[in-house]
């Protein structure tokens, strides 16, 4: 069974850098549609980075220029650096396919996540 493990949060100055890891275990990222998403209080879950299984790239306009997603050579870490974080970067960030995997009981399947917090 595909589960994903993120890592490489924590608590940063807004303009500083963070890289986000994302651990796949049982699959490799070039077989999927894989996404960063995050969450901040008060807000849905919303996708900002994702990639196809040829590699394209997709950005949401809040952090484009600032992030960028990519994998490993083995396939098997994917990667989210942020760069010029800002306040409103603060979310605890998921890994998963895009559209999200899907539990066989009907509801999406989340990891843990990790917290970012962006503040002086």
């Known amino acids: 069974q595909v589960e994903f493990v993120e890592s490489g949060g924590g608590l940063v100055q807004p303009g500083g850098s963070l890289r986000l890891s994302c651990l796949a275990s049982?699959?490799?990222?070039?077989?999927?549609?894989m996404g960063w998403y995050r969450q901040s209080p008060g807000k849905q879950r919303e996708l900002v980075a994702s990639t196809t299984n040829s590699g394209s790239t997709k950005y949401v306009d809040s952090v484009k220029g600032r992030f960028a997603l990519f994998r490993d050579v083995g396939e098997s870490t994917m990667y989210l650096q942020m760069n010029n974080l800002k306040p409103e970067d603060t979310a605890v960030y998921y890994c998963n396919q895009d559209p999200p995997r899907r539990h066989p009981l009907g509801y999406d399947v989340w990891g843990q996540g990790t917290q970012v917090t962006v503040s002086s």
């Open positions: 049982g699959t490799k990222f070039n077989i999927y549609s």
